[in-house]
């Protein structure tokens, strides 16, 4: 009998804590297996009664979670938590807790409920509006979104940028004054590596767009992804029109993918990404099973694994040097003549394109960065709703040499700003690759052997490396003070540039 | 603008009580969502977080449904409801949610929890011993079960049977009384047909018993519920270990079936079966979506749908008429040289058994009504646990002059009395088959060309006069209600013993 345990008063209020955090997450839970169904599997005509179903199940663990006697439990537990070692997993809890409750509680319910609706019709507008290239339609709805984000940030005051809070939903303790700089350096550096690019000759993907069918290409991705680590025993793999990765339990970890017949390049890499992600999730600790700690420690810490996986792992020379004779052996008739070295210039193409989904891992970031600099811009007031497209097609004319021949291909592509708020939005997806390569850089130190083993089709060293440093402590850590504890200082620029520079300098001779 | 209805103060309470009601309902769907997943698509280690998921959520939509204000909701409203027309959707609304809420309420909240927790601990020490044939383990249990069965009947008193509480959770209105009227008569006009059928030649189902594949008898099955008129827009069709069919709201009814593909008989009629409860559900008035309303009403009636479709119709001579051409061209190999003759009297072969769940339709009533009378007696007293098993030997050798070898397949066959209450469980199931007949007849005498246009593959005159007779109402009526409605009287046997004697008289040449 644990004696000591018994006589601490504060085990039956953690305990307490600990019960309505679970219950929250249970509902929580539930409505992420709403989504996933929605989805996956939803017959048409249950859309109606699905939408009902998600805001009441989202609304009534909100209730349970701004509850103040949640509050009170915290007030009562953070003396105790104060003494206890930093890390330790309650101490933790109560601290990630309180950050996650005061957020919820400064928002109040009212503004919540009017911002999502006004999100819910934006979207319906957006939809509407973005095939028919109409943003005359779209600026009073985004000029009332821009004034909601900015009420939003100044429930939190205080902040250094107004941008700050915006961003902390996302990436908590990154600030956009850091963010703007790591962004700056990166446009400098990348821009004449895509220029040099751009003098080539472009590399040829015909090899990738023949046609492949459905069942072996999601085949091959299952087995790819299996090899990598993903555990289906805990976990599945569904079909769906946009992939994403979605956790019921640390034992339920599901990814989904699409597949595109006449295109190779779809559904593996999609599936390793979302692959990442899960990883991720299944790494998590055990002992923090239905509790907030339990989940990935934000947006670009996320996208980092997603990203490393899929491009630093999945798109290199060593890992195409394993699978693609197995690839060749799936589609005999497709690819027995293509060349191990063709196929590798076809997945890492590069090319200044329009849409941002569709690019390349390095032009990618520049689709990011303008956005993120738009970002701040409007919500400073430098920039007003009504000159957004102009000031897209010009500043995309700068960072690509191309103009969009419409805003439906500018400024109307993404459904972010249409769907939630304008600030916080896309930093993570950028984040995520200049992390994956100083992650990859640090793993790389502690087991040079990892890039042999690839070619082995071994991912052990490099999973297992992943999951004590990263994966296990779910949200124990900030992102801040988890990229320090792996790497020793904060996110740096440098690895990620050497990765870029290394691969397509070779790939293209600069 | 509606100036009656703004004026009139019972809209705002009505309005909050379906409120209320529409949250419990998107729980309640919630809830089943996880079930229909546990059992279609849950990788296994998901299974410990899916429990603990499903316990959270129903205790939340139990706690909110005995919630006082729902009482007050429901005092206010009754006085304006006994002014309506007894039909109407609101008064039935009313109505129907009074019943409901006294039921809840009468059960005391810690009772029920550990009620479920015994419940739990025997299912699972019920799955342990059945296949040890170890009924010794399970008498403590059992007995324990049989004590918490009569508590839970006395928590509404004034029953004329104990068992009258009990059989109304599943049957509202229905009596043990009554029930044992209609099942001695049937079992008394039940057993000379069984024992006449036994002393011809058992009929030969070779045919059923060779390979058919998976993917066939799926799509076969797949067309033919379709062609009944199960909407797939709504609903759709998933693989599982122990078919059901599950609503998540009134645009989204599924079914499940398993396959095996050394057995015929298995798939289709399973699907047809799932189907014949989900045409019910599809069939509920728009009008009652997310509401108490829209559901079917009560185990008899629901059962009395799933076997109309499977027994009367998919099972018919005319049923197969239309159909066997279609699986002879599915399955040439294996069909072609089999007459439809062959085909039909194998898919209506009746043969005493030792299993419920395998029976045929005719002997399949009196495994349900030998347990009907067991639950009687023990609830009475009459008999005790500890002489179970051999009371069953016994019962068992009168009814089908064989005895099981053990009681694995005996008295532990059914999961019913070691996962809730002894009591209610089983009525339902023969009550489905004798109103299956009742129903049809009524359909008959309303439309004589049904048989005919079920021999050209048609059924809307049937199915629209079901919806229209039954399922339109959910449960906006009682079980006898309906019946009276439907029938002009109670529920009869005649219809039935007509159809059995008839059907197969013919078959056995009786």
């Given at each position: 009998?644990?004696k000591?345990?018994?006589?601490?008063?504060?085990?039956?209020?953690?305990?307490?804590?600990?019960?309505?955090?679970?219950?929250?997450?249970?509902?929580?839970?539930?409505?992420?297996?709403?989504?996933?169904?929605?989805?996956?599997?939803?017959?048409?005509?249950?859309?109606?009664?699905?939408?009902?179903?998600?805001?009441?199940?989202?609304?009534?663990?909100?209730?349970?979670?701004?509850?103040?006697?949640?509050?009170?439990?915290?007030?009562?537990?953070?003396?105790?938590?104060?003494?206890?070692?930093?890390?330790?997993?309650?101490?933790?809890?109560i601290?990630?807790?309180?950050?996650?409750?005061?957020?919820?509680?400064?928002?109040p319910?009212?503004?919540?409920a009017?911002?999502?609706?006004?999100?819910?019709?934006s979207?319906?507008?957006?939809?509407?509006?973005?095939?028919e290239?109409?943003?005359?339609?779209?600026?009073?709805?985004?000029?009332?979104?821009?004034?909601?984000?900015?009420?939003?940030?100044?429930?939190?005051?205080?902040?250094?940028?107004?941008?700050?809070?915006?961003?902390?939903?996302?990436?908590?303790?990154?600030?956009?004054?850091?963010?703007?700089?790591?962004?700056?350096?990166?446009?400098?550096?990348?821009?004449?590596?895509?220029?040099?690019?751009?003098?080539?000759?472009?590399?040829?993907?015909?090899?990738?767009?023949?046609?492949?069918?459905?069942?072996?290409?999601?085949?091959?991705?299952?087995?790819?992804?299996?090899?990598?680590?993903y555990?289906?025993?805990?976990?599945?793999?569904?079909k769906?029109?946009?992939?994403?990765?979605?956790?019921?339990?640390?034992?339920?970890?599901?990814?989904?993918?699409?597949?595109?017949?006449?295109?190779?390049?779809?559904?593996?890499?999609?599936?390793?990404?979302?692959?990442?992600?899960?990883?991720?999730?299944?790494?998590?600790?055990?002992?923090?099973?239905?509790?907030?700690?339990?989940?990935?420690?934000?947006?670009?810490?996320?996208?980092?694994?997603?990203?490393?996986?899929?491009?630093?792992?999945?798109?290199?020379?060593?890992?195409?040097?394993y699978?693609?004779?197995?690839?060749?052996?799936?589609?005999?008739?497709?690819?027995?003549?293509?060349?191990?070295?063709?196929?590798?210039?076809?997945?890492?193409?590069?090319?200044?394109?329009?849409?941002?989904?569709?690019?390349?891992?390095?032009?990618?970031?520049?689709?990011?960065?303008?956005?993120?600099?738009?970002?701040?811009?409007?919500?400073?007031?430098?920039?007003?709703?009504?000159?957004?497209?102009?000031?897209?097609?010009?500043?995309?004319?700068?960072?690509?040499?191309?103009?969009?021949?419409?805003?439906?291909?500018?400024?109307?592509?993404?459904?972010?700003?249409?769907?939630?708020?304008?600030?916080?939005?896309?930093?993570?997806?950028?984040?995520g690759?200049?992390?994956?390569?100083?992650?990859?850089?640090?793993?790389l130190?502690?087991?040079?052997?990892?890039?042999?083993?690839?070619?082995?089709?071994?991912?052990?060293?490099?999973?297992?490396?992943?999951?004590?440093?990263?994966?296990?402590?779910?949200?124990?850590?900030?992102?801040?003070?988890?990229?320090?504890?792996?790497?020793?200082?904060?996110?740096?620029?440098?690895?990620?540039?050497?990765?870029?520079?290394?691969k397509?300098?070779?790939?293209?001779?600069?």
């Amino acid at each position: 009998m644990d004696k000591g345990r018994r006589e601490d008063p504060m085990h039956d209020i953690l305990q307490e804590l600990k019960t309505r955090l679970q219950e929250i997450n249970d509902l929580g839970s539930a409505t992420s297996l709403l989504h996933w169904d929605q989805a996956t599997y939803m017959p048409p005509k249950g859309a109606a009664a699905r939408a009902r179903q998600l805001a009441t199940l989202s609304r009534l663990s909100q209730e349970k979670f701004v509850d103040p006697a949640i509050g009170k439990l915290l007030d009562q537990l953070e003396p105790w938590a104060e003494e206890q070692p930093y890390d330790t997993d309650d101490a933790s809890l109560i601290r990630v807790v309180r950050r996650d409750y005061e957020e919820a509680i400064k928002i109040p319910t009212a503004f919540m409920a009017e911002f999502s609706e006004h999100s819910a019709l934006s979207y319906q507008a957006w939809a509407k509006a973005r095939p028919e290239n109409d943003f005359a339609s779209l600026q009073p709805i985004l000029e009332k979104t821009l004034d909601y984000s900015r009420q939003l940030a100044d429930f939190f005051p205080g902040y250094e940028h107004i941008a700050d809070p915006l961003i902390d939903f996302a990436d908590y303790g990154m600030k956009a004054s850091d963010v703007r700089v790591l962004f700056g350096e990166l446009r400098q550096q990348l821009s004449p590596i895509v220029q040099a690019i751009s003098e080539q000759a472009p590399a040829d993907d015909a090899c990738l767009r023949q046609v492949f069918p459905e069942a072996e290409q999601l085949q091959f991705s299952e087995e790819v992804v299996r090899q990598l680590g993903y555990d289906f025993q805990r976990g599945r793999m569904d079909k769906t029109h946009h992939p994403f990765m979605t956790k019921f339990s640390l034992g339920d970890v599901r990814i989904t993918t699409r597949v595109k017949e006449e295109f190779l390049g779809e559904c593996l890499y999609s599936v390793i990404h979302e692959g990442g992600h899960a990883m991720y999730e299944q790494g998590i600790r055990r002992e923090l099973e239905g509790l907030p700690l339990a989940s990935g420690t934000g947006a670009g810490l996320h996208e980092s694994q997603s990203r490393l996986w899929e491009n630093i792992v999945g798109r290199s020379r060593a890992f195409t040097e394993y699978f693609y004779p197995r690839l060749q052996a799936l589609f005999p008739a497709q690819l027995k003549d293509v060349p191990l070295e063709t196929y590798y210039r076809a997945i890492n193409k590069v090319e200044r394109s329009l849409i941002r989904t569709d690019a390349d891992e390095v032009t990618y970031n520049l689709h990011v960065m303008l956005r993120f600099d738009f970002e701040l811009d409007l919500l400073e007031g430098k920039l007003a709703i009504k000159d957004l497209p102009e000031a897209w097609h010009a500043r995309f004319a700068e960072d690509f040499g191309m103009r969009a021949p419409d805003d439906r291909d500018g400024v109307l592509q993404d459904v972010h700003w249409f769907a939630g708020q304008i600030g916080g939005a896309f930093q993570g997806y950028t984040l995520g690759n200049v992390l994956s390569a100083q992650f990859y850089s640090q793993a790389l130190e502690a087991h040079p052997e990892i890039s042999d083993q690839i070619r082995q089709g071994q991912f052990d060293t490099l999973r297992t490396w992943l999951t004590e440093n990263i994966y296990q402590h779910g949200r124990k850590y900030t992102e801040p003070e988890l990229i320090e504890r792996v790497t020793g200082g904060p996110v740096a620029l440098e690895p990620y540039i050497a990765y870029l520079k290394g691969k397509y300098g070779e790939l293209y001779q600069l």
